[in-house]
């Protein structure tokens, strides 16, 4: 098994956590079916199936590490962040112009914040990692901007993450909150090319799967993944 190393530098700020332990409750309590009763009997359609049946949403969900915002903040519309005295910065405002003719995302504040995240990662020779928004998380305050880095070679050190805010927050974010999506992957040459036959295989696997209710992709064609 591959070893990604964490460390932040600080006794009070906790490395970041497998993903698997930041399912949110809202996925939780979905049900994998929506029931609609049809002549007093209960049937369930595939076009009536929540989520829960979508295991790469899952896997995006739960794929590499988490790392938490370290600290309470504050934010009040209009003013600033703000958290208790006596810590490192968890936030600062950046200039604007910094991200250059990108728009910001729909919904979140023009004002772009650095996340001062306080992370050293070193992966095995010819690994770097993917950092990103947590995946299939809306439910979030932040929108965290994707990066890959090369840390192989020399560790990634703490710095300042590019994040927006937004728009109808107001209110606490809590200590212990998704901020970043740490995912390790091996740096490999890719070419791309056209296969006249993949069509027709996958039009078979397609309608095999389609002669089946359900767990057709996770029993025939999914791997698990291992994170620790």
């Known amino acids: 098994m591959k070893e990604i190393k964490f460390s932040t530098g600080f006794d009070f700020i906790d490395i970041p956590k497998p993903a698997i332990k930041?399912?949110?409750d809202w996925y939780k309590k979905t049900q994998p079916e929506i029931s609609l009763e049809d002549g007093g009997s209960i049937y369930k359609a595939n076009d009536k199936r929540t989520f829960k049946h979508c295991i790469p949403f899952f896997d995006g969900m739960s794929s590499g590490y988490i790392h938490e915002l370290?600290?309470?903040i504050q934010v009040v519309k209009g003013t600033d962040i703000t958290w208790h005295?006596?810590?490192?910065?968890?936030?600062?405002?950046?200039?604007s112009a910094s991200i250059g003719k990108m728009s910001p995302p729909d919904g979140y504040s023009e004002v772009v914040y650095s996340f001062h995240h306080n992370l050293f990662i070193k992966t095995p020779p010819g690994y770097s990692v993917i950092i990103t928004q947590p995946f299939n998380r809306p439910d979030l305050p932040f929108y965290a901007l994707t990066g890959i880095v090369d840390c192989d070679i020399q560790p990634m050190f703490p710095?300042?993450?590019p994040v927006f805010l937004k728009n109808d927050f107001e209110g606490v974010i809590e200590r212990g909150t998704p901020m970043l999506q740490i995912i390790?992957?091996?740096r490999e040459g890719w070419q791309s090319s056209f296969d006249k036959d993949l069509a027709d295989q996958g039009g078979l696997a397609r309608r095999i799967q389609s002669s089946v209710f359900s767990f057709w992709y996770k029993r025939n064609a999914w791997t698990r993944k291992d994170y620790r």
């Open 22 to 24: 930041h399912i949110p």
């Open 70 to 72: 370290w600290a309470d």
């Open 85 to 95: 005295a006596g810590i490192p910065d968890v936030f600062s405002k950046k200039d």
């Open 159 to 161: 710095g300042n993450y």
């Open 184 to 186: 390790p992957f091996k």
